[in-house]
Every structure is written in C-alpha cells, then in structure tokens.
C-alpha cells in the first residue's frame, strides 16, 4: 500500500481521527498542518477539492499575509477560505519556497491523496461533496512522539484539537 501502516491500529489504540465530511460549495481550510505527529488521507467520494499543498520544509513562521497593496480584502475582517483562494493564493504563486513552488490540484471522485504529517495545505470544496478522512500515526514519527513524550513537549494536542473549527 502507499499509505504507510497506522500504527494506532497497530497498537490497538482507538481514536477520533477518522472523519466523514459533508461539505458546501466555497467551503474549506485555511492553511493548516494536520495533528501532531499524525499524517492523513482522504478519499472524496462526491464534489471537487481544489488543493493548494507546499513543499514539505515550510513551515506556518514562513507564510506571507496578504499584502494589501495586491488585494481588496479588507484587513479589519477575517479571511475566509474563498477570500484566500481569491486573494492571497494569486500572490503566491510563481513564489519559489526552499527552492519549490506550492502544488495546485483537484482531488476528484474516487480520489485518494495521501498528505505526510507537517505539510502546510489548504483546502477548497469547488462542489458541494463528501469525503471520508484518516489521520493516522505512521513509523516517521516515532522519533517525534518518544522525544516529545520525554521532554514533556506536545505529544498530541488536545487542547487545540478542540479549538479546532474543522474537528
């Protein structure tokens, strides 16, 4: 298989990483990483995902904001998913990071992409649709998960899991 063995399944660990999503027209993500120490798949079984996906070493410190000499968008207010879609992608693209442009592409019915932990993405729903989804915690983190767990460093965070408006 491409996507890398889940190692809570492995384990005999139940969690609540697994998501049906039913989804609006212009509905989406902001940019955002996946969980902590988690990476994920998705496979859209209706509708059309627009995907915007950078290389793997930038991180959110490295994100532009709109600048507003290029845009419209009123500062004061916050961005929505389409409003950056509309306003800021344009100013990223042809922007080389580490060397790499971002990725475009649509995910289509019947699609499965497979998105390693820490990428920085963002999603927009062309279509009304739906989709299934897994995070999961693969051989690759490890390392992050023993450190973290012996330093007291985030092992999985909980408190912005609940925070989080797509959870």
Sequence with gaps: SAIPEDLFLSAGLSHDYQ????NTKHSGTHLHTDFEQTSGWVTLVEGLKWWVVFPPDVEFSD??????KCSKLDQGKSVTTLDWYQHILPQLRGRLFYGRPLQEFLLHPGDTLYLPGYVVHAVMNLDEGVSVSEDQMNIDYVEDYVYNLMTD???FDLEQREKDPEV
Excluded: T
């Design 153 to 155: 460093g985030l092992v």
């Design 19 to 22: 998501f049906i999503n039913i």
């Design 63 to 68: 994100m532009i904001e709109c600048d507003p």
